[in-house]
């Protein structure tokens, strides 16, 4: 009986396991798709509530575009980014939260 219930934990194991790494896989790349929509929402609230001009949301923008043009191209090239690539994103991800912060909350507001 402690067999047959120890080779069925087994073979669940074996089966969930390739289903969980594609499941981490596809998380992982929804997470940074979240974090580039979550920044275009910032920028959208800056411009409502007045804390980011047009100008600065317009140069925001821009450079959200380019980060996400060079994620897409990173992921054709070859199979998939690599891990230097990944790294490259998330670094840039990083610099382009802080400078929508800065611009958020620097003294220029949108002219009524």
Request: charged share 40%; hydrophobic share 35%.
């Amino acid at each position: 009986m402690k067999k047959l219930f120890g080779l069925t934990a087994l073979s669940a194991l074996l089966f969930v396991s390739p289903a969980a790494a594609q499941s981490d896989t596809k998380d992982r790349r929804t997470v940074r798709g979240k974090r580039m929509e979550n920044q275009q929402k910032r920028i959208e609230e800056g411009v409502k509530e007045g804390s980011l001009t047009k100008k600065e949301a317009v140069k925001l923008e821009a450079k959200e575009a380019a980060l996400a043009a060079e994620a897409r191209k990173d992921r054709k090239d070859g199979a998939g980014m690599t891990a230097k690539e990944k790294a490259k994103i998330n670094s840039k991800q990083n610099k382009l939260s802080r400078e929508i912060y800065k611009e958020k909350h620097d003294a220029q507001t949108k002219k009524q």
